[in-house]
């Protein structure tokens, strides 16, 4: 009976580790040689009153660690989702000899009060370990999503051309390959919903001077805008390359 | 020593000229790096088009210089075609002799340029590897009835412009184009 018990409560600690959400996550191995990503992590759910978004960790010696970080990073990235603000400047120098990037002072800010209500609703609707990151698809509502392995494709459409909507407006997000995959999706996701920012208002600003022999020329790019269910739409790797792309769409009755 | 000297500076300039980006403007006709759509520009009235490429070694920023050029192209053609209107409206109503109503015309000019570089949008994007960096060739859009739509509504709001313009032939014009992107836009369910 002793024996019983205690195999029992075993049991039970590892299934509480294994689930960082306090629910039953799917953990998912990635075969050899290649990644397996769920179809909801290549082509996200889009439900009229719902809003998704996926939640990121490295994958750490304890694996709940990385459970509890996927989650945290799923709520951060719902609140942006649901509300971020987006302001700032980039500028560009021009020359005789071409244009060169002279930085950018973007701040993405998230709505703290969204945070805080959005931790109460949060729902974890599925999870995987692809290679070495965990993702967990975060919701505020119970609904079933398609967990089957997402078939390879070859080059989306939106690369080159953003779909068209009368209600929404689409942005790419563009990230080179980084050490964790994670980050590349990061990075990727948040130049999409800053695309958004620059599709939503733009404001140009350029100071040009010419001689016979000189040119010289600052231009100044700048936005203010708040995002209103800003969702990632879809994601794609390039295989040649690494690039990591993401598609992302708010509606365009989103106010600057 | 002088030789040296000259050396050291070529040296100096080809690392310069190497570590800057490029960004071309659009050349018509002109065969490059860009696909078919970026040197024959479509061709549509109702709508400002600007091409640009850029290269760097992040792709982002490739893409970001790229639009940049683009819709400075698109904001030149779109001050152009305002300039234009106003050389129009000034021969009908006057607008030289009247300073109130120019220095009313030229804030509401102002603001339509504004509003109009936010319905600047990417109609096609290119990007591809080069050496170590990236290039990227993208094609800027903005409808010009938005633009025309902007500059009425901009002259209706106010009173006093709006009945020393109504009668000209050029807002007449503009008007009636106006209502024709209405009815286009009820059509096909845009906002």
């Known amino acids: ?256 | 020593m002088r030789e040296l000297k000259l050396f050291v500076v070529l040296l100096l300039a080809g690392i310069l000229a190497s570590c800057a980006g490029s960004s071309q403007k659009v050349k018509p006709g002109s065969s490059g790096p860009c696909p078919e759509w970026f040197s024959n520009i479509p061709e549509d009235p109702n709508y400002f088009f600007g091409a640009a490429t850029a290269v760097s070694r992040d792709l982002q920023i490739a893409i970001n210089k790229a639009k940049t050029e683009g819709t400075a192209e698109i904001a030149k053609q779109v001050e152009l075609h305002i300039s234009g209107l106003t050389k129009k409206f000034d021969e009908e109503v006057g607008l030289g002799q009247d300073a109130n109503l120019y220095a009313k015309y030229t804030q509401a000019t102002k603001i339509v340029v504004d509003q109009t570089l936010r319905g600047v949008k990417v109609r096609y994007q290119n990007t591809k590897q080069e050496g170590t960096g990236w290039r990227a060739c993208v094609l800027m859009e903005c409808n010009l009835n938005e633009v025309d739509k902007g500059l009425v509504d901009g002259i209706s709001k106010d009173r006093e412009m709006y009945i020393r313009f109504r009668d000209s032939q050029t807002f007449k014009e503009l008007e009636k184009e106006i209502e024709k992107y209405r009815q286009y836009k009820k059509e096909q369910r845009l906002p």
């Open chain 1, 1 to 256: 009976m002793v024996r019983w018990i205690k195999g029992f409560l075993l049991l039970g600690f590892g299934f509480l580790l294994i689930c960082g959400c306090g629910k039953v996550l799917v953990r998912r191995e990635a075969p050899q040689g290649g990644q397996v990503y769920p179809h909801w992590f290549m082509e996200m759910p889009l439900r009229r009153g719902a809003i998704f978004a996926v939640g990121y960790s490295p994958v750490y010696m304890n694996i709940k660690s990385s459970w509890q970080e996927a989650r945290r990073n799923g709520l951060l990235n719902l609140a942006k989702a649901y509300w971020v603000s987006i302001r700032g400047q980039q500028a560009f120098v021009s020359g005789l000899t071409g244009t060169a990037y002279r930085g950018s002072t973007l701040s993405v800010e998230v709505d703290s009060i969204q945070l805080k209500m959005l931790k109460s609703k949060l729902t974890c609707l599925d999870s995987a370990q692809i290679g070495g990151m965990v993702i967990v698809l975060v919701s505020t509502k119970e609904i079933a999503v398609d967990n089957t392995p997402a078939p390879s494709k070859s080059k989306p459409t939106w690369i080159e051309k953003l779909p068209f909507s009368p209600d929404y407006d689409y942005a790419r997000g563009v990230s080179p390959k980084y050490l964790h995959e994670s980050n590349s999706w990061l990075e990727a996701e948040r130049r999409a919903r800053i695309q958004l920012a620059w599709e939503q208002r733009t404001k140009l600003q350029q100071l040009r001077q010419k001689g016979k022999l000189s040119f010289h020329q600052v231009t100044v790019e700048s936005t203010g805008v708040i995002l209103r269910e800003a969702q990632i739409v879809a994601r794609w790797i390039d295989p040649e390359t690494g690039v990591h792309w993401v598609l992302a769409r708010c509606p365009k009755r989103t106010t600057p």
